[in-house]
């Protein structure tokens, strides 16, 4: 008992004299250390299996993203109690051992083994789901996927994504507010740059609930670091080294829908003063400031995993 407490206190004392850690990109599935073991030093820049290759690097139409950052690499802040950090170190790691050889069979972000993708088993091939929808493009919403990725990241590093409410569940979108309102907060900008979408995959897709959920995984490249507001100080993160992640997306969409009827909701009417709304520029009215969401959405995103990943 008496040792257990003596390591809680360490651990305790440790984590007062280091600064807060961060997550990082849109929805903090970056973290303070590689995970997943997606990635080899053969993986970077491959072929990723179905469809084309993308390389939507920041240059081509955005420049720059947002969010907590907690990457491997330069951190800000640090400690002259050097014998105390040794000691608070070495507890970390006891706890980290500790913890792995429970098993991860956490699903959720963050988890140093990675989130568990949807097993291949329980999805049907694309080629069966085109035959459910004729007009449903596989290149064309591989591409979308990935432009809206970057959109997300500008939209994080403003700490405004208001204007990507339509592309996500209401209950999503609620929790990444909610990320964002806490960054706000904590007066703090995370800075995502050199992003590049290597590659989009459409595993396949299933139906449940009265939905078909397409479910898809990304790959990416950034490089992200976090500043303090107000004086500029980097809190964590690294300028210059570069993380290589994989993400995956499930998309869902009421079953039975077309892909030609998607056109149809390009513009709806704001239902507060009955003007006009394109709702793939925002979800708010531009007249009366009402927030538009839909009942009958096309594709949102319903969740983000984040899979592997790693530092160079």
Known sequence: MKKSLLLILLLT????????????????????????SDWSSSDFGSDWGSGSDY?????????????????????????????????AALVIWYFMQKS???????GGQNTPAGAQRVDQSQLRSMSEYQQLDPGFDQSAFQEKLGNLYVQMQNGWQERNIESLRPYFTDALFAQMDRQLSAMRKARRTNYVERIAVLGVTLRGFC???????????????????????????????SQSKEKF??????????SGRKTGEAAEMTTVNCPNCGAPVSINTTAKCPYCDSVITLDSHDWA????????????
């Open 301 to 312: 995103i319903c969740s983000i995993k984040g899979i592997s990943q790693r530092t160079a």
């Open 100 to 106: 792995s050889r429970k098993g991860k069979k956490s």
């Open 207 to 237: 139906q449940r609930n009265g939905e078909d959920h397409i479910i898809a995984e990304l790959r990416t490249r950034i490089v992200d670091y976090t500043l303090n507001d107000e004086t500029g100080e980097l809190i964590s993160g």
């Open 13 to 36: 004392l440790c984590l007062c004299l280091l600064p807060v850690a961060a997550g990082a990109d849109f929805g903090d599935f970056s973290g303070d250390s590689d995970f997943g």
């Open 55 to 87: 390389d939507w690097d920041s240059s081509d139409s955005y420049s720059s993203y947002s969010s907590y950052s907690g990457s491997s690499g330069d951190s800000g802040g640090g400690s002259p109690l050097w014998t105390v950090l040794i000691i």
């Open 245 to 254: 992640m994989t993400y995956e997306w499930d998309l869902s969409r009421e």
